[in-house]
């Protein structure tokens, strides 16, 4: 989660300085590096799984909503303060007033899979993810795509976690079995153009071009992958990777450092950057009310090895 809020932070500064050597300078020059609605959204989830002890639609909302209250200048997209409004006013469920948005259909967007940090750490040994992930995300996106952007990213992180950063990385195990976790056309095509564009060594500016930068999951997600996938034993280049290539880069670094903090753990971040980081010694106690404990009922999760 630490590994979200610096990728956040940073990528909120590149869209004032684009170039790498400008965006270096700058973050040196931060007393304090801020993030935005990502990882406020991810604390939300965060804070109503340790409470709860899974994820609860209705709390979690409830939780979203309370935080957004407090912090409305994070720089939240319009989806979900709509979602707030409709449940305030109407008193319906939340996943209910997000299956109105968009004439219906419901948000594909990469609100759902910015947050989902801590369900993969959470629950990073389930057989049940992606239903975890699921439920987490259709809060506000109950788009099919969505949904499924939101259970990959869930998966990399809870995959990531169980990996061990001084062995070898395998990119093709790691995107065959991810495409394999997918449940959609939409995500399945766009991962394994990431896994020919790692394997090919294409470079992240033709990636960034092929794969796509914008809002929605379909378009972001992949390129955060990329951006891990190319950097996997380097968080600053993961990042530099993520934020520097254009499109929507806040939430670009915040996905990829999420899966490249979970694979490297907290000592591989940059200390010049995580201390610096807003409330970080909040985050890490929120991580430590995550962690498994006795009266949580894991199934173990099938991974391949």
Same mark, same amino acid.
């Given at each position: 989660?630490?590994?979200?809020? $610096?990728?956040?932070?940073?990528?909120?500064?590149?869209?004032?300085?684009?170039?790498?050597? $400008?965006?270096?300078?700058?973050?040196?020059?931060?007393?304090?590096?801020?993030?935005?609605?990502? =990882?406020?959204?991810?604390?939300?989830?965060?804070?109503?799984?340790?409470?709860?002890?899974?994820?609860?639609?209705? %709390?979690?909302?409830?939780?979203?909503?309370?935080? *957004?209250?407090?912090?409305?200048?994070?720089?939240?997209?319009?989806?979900?303060? =709509?979602?707030?409004?409709?449940?305030?006013?109407?008193?319906?469920?939340?996943?209910?007033?997000?299956?109105?948005? *968009?004439?219906?259909?419901?948000?594909?967007?990469?609100?759902? /899979?910015?947050?989902?940090?801590? @369900? &993969?750490?959470?629950?990073?040994?389930?057989?049940?993810?992606?239903?975890? /992930?699921?439920?987490?995300?259709?809060? =506000?996106?109950?788009?099919? @795509?969505?949904?499924?952007?939101?259970?990959?990213?869930?998966?990399?992180?809870?995959?990531?976690?169980? $990996?061990?950063?001084?062995?070898?990385?395998?990119?093709?195990?790691?995107?065959?079995?991810?495409?394999?976790?997918?449940?959609?056309? +939409?995500?399945?095509?766009?991962?394994?153009?990431?896994?020919?564009?790692? $394997?090919? #060594?294409?470079?992240? +500016?033709?990636?960034?071009?092929?794969?796509?930068?914008?809002?929605?999951?379909? !378009?972001?997600?992949? *390129?955060?992958?990329?951006?891990?996938?190319? %950097?996997? +034993?380097?968080?600053? +280049?993961?990042?530099?990777?993520?934020?520097? %290539?254009?499109?929507?880069?806040?939430?670009? &670094?915040?996905?990829?450092?999420?899966?490249?903090?979970?694979?490297?753990?907290?000592?591989?971040?940059? #200390? !010049?950057?995580?201390?610096?980081?807003?409330?970080?010694?909040?985050?890490?106690?929120?991580?430590? !009310?995550?962690?498994?404990?006795?009266?949580?009922?894991? !199934?173990? *999760?099938?991974?391949? %090895?």
């Amino acid at each position: 989660m630490l590994g979200c809020a $610096l990728g956040d932070a940073i990528g909120e500064l590149a869209f004032a300085y684009g170039d790498r050597d $400008l965006l270096l300078s700058a973050v040196e020059k931060m007393h304090v590096l801020r993030y935005t609605d990502d =990882t406020a959204m991810a604390i939300g989830l965060a804070e109503s799984i340790a409470e709860k002890r899974k994820v609860d639609p209705q %709390h979690l909302g409830d939780t979203f909503r309370h935080n *957004f209250q407090q912090e409305p200048w994070r720089g939240y997209a319009s989806g979900p303060p =709509t979602v707030f409004r409709m449940v305030r006013s109407s008193g319906m469920p939340y996943t209910e007033a997000a299956k109105s948005l *968009f004439l219906g259909a419901g948000s594909m967007g990469n609100g759902a /899979a910015m947050r989902i940090a801590p @369900v &993969g750490l959470f629950f990073y040994n389930s057989e049940d993810l992606y239903e975890w /992930a699921g439920l987490s995300a259709q809060v =506000t996106h109950t788009h099919p @795509v969505g949904i499924d952007g939101a259970a990959i990213q869930a998966w990399a992180v809870a995959r990531a976690v169980g $990996l061990d950063p001084d062995s070898s990385f395998s990119v093709q195990e790691f995107m065959e079995d991810l495409i394999s976790f997918s449940r959609t056309k +939409e995500m399945q095509r766009k991962l394994v153009m990431v896994r020919d564009l790692i $394997l090919g #060594g294409f470079e992240p +500016e033709d990636a960034a071009n092929k794969l796509g930068r914008e809002v929605s999951v379909d !378009k972001s997600l992949p *390129f955060a992958l990329y951006s891990f996938l190319r %950097h996997p +034993e380097s968080f600053e +280049e993961c990042l530099l990777c993520a934020v520097l %290539h254009g499109g929507d880069r806040d939430t670009l &670094g915040a996905m990829s450092c999420s899966v490249s903090g979970a694979y490297l753990g907290i000592e591989a971040l940059p #200390g !010049k950057w995580s201390e610096k980081i807003e409330n970080a010694a909040a985050i890490r106690n929120l991580v430590e !009310k995550l962690l498994p404990h006795e009266d949580t009922d894991f !199934k173990p *999760f099938p991974y391949p %090895h």
